[in-house]
């Protein structure tokens, strides 16, 4: 196989949009798996996002272009901020319309931009334990995307699973050594198969001619532009509209709503990949294969196996006690949790819900995330902390008529400016400073002092120092919602 030598640089395009229903009640609809650090003190998007950034490769990398939900843009924002990374693009999904669009969207972006780079495209909620063989792997799909192959990437499969979808390898593609001393290799892609039965993956497993789909893929942006105009012409004008009637807006890039609404839903592999297979007798996609310590962590049980254990296999996180237990996870974020004679369990303890679920039973979480929806209840949307531009706010106490927050304002941040028409609001600094703007009159409040804001009077409230400032609020009136703010001037871009 001859390979083009002008170099091209690689786009890495970071898909966050996912919601993570099956991690419930840690991933939640506003906070999903990607944003929190499920292994490590880093969390899964800013992991996605590092595993590039050592100096490894010999061709030009490019910042991280990232699609993700427009609810989550401040916290994708910041997360990015605590790594140093500036990313290319933030392009914000109004809402999801699954990878086929996010990617498509990521390639009329670079093009665009004015370059046909190739694109590496990673969802953000991955675990990849082996950095070096990634690497290597992204390495040779970037020679093979060069020569204007479809890469996507096929994990080596350590047992006999039925939840994941499959690839079954054809012929082996030679590839051109690099540094590497392990080149990982590639094949033609013979079909995609779907999730089997328990005996079908055993087959699999044991033939050693199927590798695991990671969802994982590598290509020119052009390439995918043609392909998916051919196979979901749909997906591809509502894109293209969406991209080229947005707007830039600070560091964010708003898409068109409107042309987006129209988009149908549907994967990458479902609108193109397979399609390739099927209806092309020389088709270009190819798979490389990848043994790296992957996990899609699409349940608690994938997180337990991601995870250091001790020598009954048990993954304990927080204030816990665990005693006569095996293969058991447990993690504790508010208060202690003691576990006693438990096997094959998983224990997740937030501060208003608490799942136990055994691990054959694991996938069947997002039944509670259904029924939390249908019930009209909140716990499958946010925390009880729930995270601002300008800080946080954790619900402390409620009843009727009343609820008490612990607000905590970056330092030089500050919230809108509002007002309420069905609740008055006392606030009191117990740490820093607090700035106060009450209709036309400024005042400084320092620790141990309070304020009062009555109903229908314009306020703000703001960090003047450079400490964070933490304040009680006690909320009283008919209606405490959050929908009962009229912004009139908000730093971030929030009004209207």
């Keep these: 196989m001859q390979f083009k030598d002008n170099t091209m640089r690689l786009q890495p395009v970071v898909l966050s949009g996912g919601s993570g229903t099956r991690l419930w009640p840690l991933s939640r609809e506003h906070f999903p798996k990607q944003l929190l650090p499920l292994v490590g003190s880093r969390t899964m998007l800013q992991n996605t996002v590092t595993r590039l950034n050592d100096g490894f490769f010999k061709f030009p990398l490019l910042s991280p272009l990232v699609v993700c939900n427009e609810e989550h843009r401040f916290l994708v924002a910041e997360q990015m901020r605590q790594i140093e990374v500036i990313p290319r693009q933030l392009i914000l999904e109004p809402f999801g319309r699954n990878t086929a669009p996010a990617l498509t969207l990521a390639a009329f972006s670079a093009l665009e931009a004015g370059e046909d780079c190739i694109l590496l495209v990673m969802p953000a909620d991955h675990i990849i334990a082996d950095i070096p063989a990634f690497q290597a792997a992204v390495q040779t799909g970037y020679q093979l995307a060069q020569n204007n192959h479809v890469v996507t990437f096929g994990i080596v499969p350590t047992r006999a699973e039925t939840g994941y979808g499959y690839i079954e390898m054809g012929q082996p593609l030679p590839i051109m050594a690099m540094d590497s001393a392990s080149i990982p290799k590639a094949f033609r892609i013979k079909a995609f198969v779907e999730k089997p039965d328990q005996e079908t993956a055993q087959n699999y497993l044991q033939s050693a001619n199927h590798l695991w789909n990671s969802g994982m893929f590598m290509l020119r942006a052009s390439i995918w532009i043609k392909e998916i105009a051919a196979h979901a012409s749909e997906i591809e004008r509502a894109c293209h509209q969406a991209i080229t009637e947005g707007s830039q807006d600070g560091d964010f890039f708003r898409i068109k709503h409107a042309a987006f609404e129209t988009c ?198 703001e960090n003047p120092g450079k400490l964070p400032l933490e304040i009680i609020e006690v909320q009283s009136g008919s209606y405490l919602g959050e929908d009962d703010i009229v912004c009139f001037e908000d730093h971030y871009g929030r009004v209207g």
């Excluded at 030089?412 to 106060?436: D, F, N, P, Y």
């Design 264 to 461: 149908p839903s549907n994967s990458i592999d479902y609108a193109v990949m397979e399609k390739l297979t099927t209806e092309k007798e020389n088709h270009p996609s190819v798979v490389v294969s990848l043994d790296a310590g992957w996990s899609d962590v699409g349940a608690w049980p994938s997180l337990l196996e991601a995870s250091p254990r001790d020598q009954d296999g048990n993954m304990a996180r927080g204030d816990v006690y665990l005693e006569n237990s095996r293969n058991t996870l447990l993690l504790a974020e508010h208060r202690m949790v003691a576990g006693i004679g438990l096997k094959d369990l998983m224990v997740i303890e937030t501060s208003d819900a608490v799942l136990v679920v055994h691990k054959e039973h694991a996938q069947h979480v997002k039944n509670v995330v259904s029924q939390l929806k249908e019930a009209g209840r909140e716990e499958h949307i946010k925390h009880r902390k729930v995270y601002r531009p300008w800080g946080c706010y954790e619900s402390i106490d409620y009843g009727t008529r009343f609820q008490v927050k612990r607000i905590t304002v970056n330092p030089g941040a500050s919230l809108s400016l509002q007002m309420h028409h069905h609740r008055a609001e006392h606030w009191i600094v117990v740490k820093g400073t607090a700035r106060i703007i009450r209709d036309n009159e400024t005042t400084l409040l320092s620790e141990n002092q309070s304020t009062y804001i009555p109903l229908g009077v314009k306020h703000r409230l």
